[in-house]
């Protein structure tokens, strides 16, 4: 499968590059890099003279390997895979996205940025992520997306935010803004070492990992104060506070020795998804760290999921 060599260096990235960052550098740049007749479409506004991190990339395959004069594919309707970086909720882009690696495969892939929590705290970051998915479902016609096929893939942060985007698709009380006509929903969770329940991080952390509970930890630095002070508003942050029977497939992949989000946060998603009857595939890296992995399986499981859950039946 060409899509497995293609995303295999995404997961060999070094530790110290995804700790904070958690995404791989930058994406190329029109025609640089990217499959030939790729329509790439960028800084796109998802919310009308909004915040200037409110926009996204969208990156269109082109059937005949040729760009469209009018800067759109013509194919039929395209299975989507959604991007959101990580960077501790404090930094990243939506440059370099592994996803795109996915355009071979006749996806189109979208790459969003969000507001951090320097600019405002949570529930921004969610809302966001939301309006953005509203956005591109309301432009689905136009840039021959399919709206019943979009899938969500994130790394750390990013795994956190495209959690809630998977498990909050019923909850009315993050939908701001525009395009509330269309939902938010995603047909698909890829989420990579997300935290899921930021009040359980330091009772699971390693020796010399991370501590979660500090006033100026991310998750305190995201809600607006430290985490045990604030439990309630904390409360709301979490993924696993909403899973309900009708959530997405997820796929989760985890190392065990992530030095900052805790293996143990992805194995409680794990066990809520569960509980509610949702279809999981929970992956762990041996020795995996956060985002440091070797492991060849997991390309091939974030291959096999996103065909399995966005691609029509054959």
């Given at each position: 499968m060409n899509v497995i060599r293609l995303i295999r260096s995404f997961f060999a990235i070094p530790l110290a590059a995804l700790l904070l960052m958690s995404a791989p550098g930058q994406a190329p740049a029109p025609g640089q890099g990217l499959p030939p007749g790729t329509v790439a479409l960028r800084d796109l506004a998802y919310v009308t003279e909004g915040h200037p991190r409110q926009k996204l990339d969208l990156y269109l395959p082109s059937p005949t390997g040729q760009a469209a004069p009018n800067g759109q594919a013509k194919a039929?309707?395209?299975?989507?895979?959604?991007?959101?970086?990580g960077g501790g909720w404090q930094q990243g882009s939506k440059d370099g996205s592994?996803?795109?690696?996915?355009?071979?495969?006749?996806?189109a892939v979208a790459s969003v940025n969000y507001r951090l929590s320097?600019?405002?705290?949570?529930p921004a970051q969610i809302e966001d992520c939301k309006a953005a998915i509203r956005w591109l479902r309301a432009q689905a016609a136009k840039y021959n997306l399919d709206p019943n096929r979009f899938g969500?893939?994130?790394?750390?942060?990013?795994?956190h935010l495209v959690a809630l985007l998977g498990t909050t698709g019923d909850v009315k009380e993050f939908e701001r803004g525009e395009n509330?006509?269309?939902?938010?929903?995603?047909q698909a969770v890829c989420d990579f070492f997300g935290p899921t329940d930021f009040l359980q991080m330091d009772a699971h952390r390693l020796p010399d990992g991370m501590i979660h509970n500090e006033t100026r930890s991310p998750e305190a630095l995201l809600i607006g104060g430290p985490i045990q002070e604030n439990k309630e508003k904390t409360a709301r942050a979490n993924p696993i506070s909403y899973v309900t029977p009708d959530d997405p497939p997820f796929l989760i992949v985890h190392g065990d020795a992530?030095?900052?989000v805790p293996h143990h946060q992805s194995q409680?998603?794990?066990?809520?998804?569960?509980r509610a009857g949702v279809p999981v595939t929970f992956y762990?890296?041996?020795?995996?760290?956060?985002?440091?992995?070797?492991?060849?399986?997991?390309p091939v499981l974030v291959a096999e999921f996103f065909a399995r859950t966005l691609k029509p039946a054959r």
């Open positions: 039929g309707k395209l299975p989507l895979i959604v991007w959101i970086h592994p996803a795109l690696r996915f355009l071979n495969e006749g996806y320097q600019h405002a705290i949570f969500v893939w994130g790394s750390s942060a990013g795994g509330l006509q269309f939902s938010s929903r995603v992530d030095p900052a409680l998603l794990d066990a809520a998804l569960r762990t890296v041996k020795g995996g760290k956060h985002g440091n992995f070797s492991d060849e399986k997991v």
